[in-house]
T-cell receptor
Framework: EPEVTQTPSHQVTQMGQEVILRCVPISNHLYFYWYRQILGQKVEFLVSFYNNEISEKSEIFDDQFSVERPDGSNFTLKIRSTKLEDSAMYFC?????????????FGSGTQLSVL | AQSVAQPEDQVNVAEGNPLTVKCTYSVSGNPYLFWYVQYPNRGLQFLLKYITGDNLVKGSYGFEAEFNKSQTSFHLKKPSALVSDSALYFCAVRDRNSGNTPLVFGKGTRLSVIA
């Protein structure tokens, strides 16, 4: 089965530093997502991306966050100035459709630790 | 607003016994409901979904879930648990008429199947 790949699997950074989390969605998918999970808490939606623009974003996704699809394959999440509370597992997902045919495929995540 | 509750952090069951992982949801309209599973060091994987029609939905690996509108529940079940079913299980919901509103996940339930 096709897979979403995420790199790196672990990222340690200092507070205030910029980080870029990388994802390669499934090649023919059209909808892209970032979710995150703080240890022991819910999987939280951050942002969805379709047709080269953000289609929806949550309150978490403030001005410190940005997403980009720089070429036909990569989908990145940038955090400009990391805070301690950004420490979480970040999941990228993609799907070929929305609504009744929706099925998200997730990557294995990037564990971000902000010190 | 959409929300999902998974009331149990952990479910323990003996191999060969039936298992149930509970989920209740809240949406303003009619729901799309999903179950995803996460094995160690892997991304979330789609198990099954309820869109419309038969309230009993069958999915991968022998799992099934029953949509109960009056109780706003979508419990995951399997008649006979296997040790290999041990994983983290996530319930998710989307309001069918919500347009771009993203999939909302619960915090997950860890299932341990003991030999």
């Amino acid at each position: 089965e096709p897979e979403v790949t995420q790199t790196p699997s672990h990222q340690v950074t200092q507070m205030g530093q910029e980080v870029i989390l990388r994802c390669v969605p499934i090649s023919n998918h059209l909808y892209f997502y970032w979710y995150r999970q703080i240890l022991g808490q819910k999987v939280e939606f951050l942002v969805s991306f379709y047709n080269n623009e953000i289609s929806e974003k949550s309150e978490i996704f403030d001005d410190q966050f940005s997403v980009e699809r720089p070429d036909g394959s990569n989908f990145t999440l940038k955090i400009r100035s990391t805070k301690l509370e950004d420490s979480a597992m970040y999941f990228c997902a993609s799907s070929g459709d929305r609504g009744s045919n929706e099925k998200l495929f997730f990557g294995s995540g990037t564990q971000l630790s902000v010190l | 607003a959409q929300s999902v509750a998974q009331p149990e952090d952990q479910v323990n069951v003996a191999e060969g016994n039936p298992l149930t992982v509970k989920c209740t949801y809240s949406v303003s309209g009619n729901p799309y409901l999903f179950w995803y599973v996460q094995y160690p060091n892997r991304g979330l994987q789609f198990l099954l979904k309820y869109i419309t029609g038969d309230n009993l939905v069958k999915g991968s690996y022998g799992f099934e879930a029953e949509f109960n509108k009056s109780q706003t529940s979508f419990h995951l079940k399997k008649p006979s648990a296997l040790v290999s079913d041990s994983a983290l299980y996530f319930c998710a919901v989307r309001d069918r008429n919500s347009g771009n509103t993203p999939l909302v996940f619960g915090k997950g339930t860890r299932l341990s199947v003991i030999a």
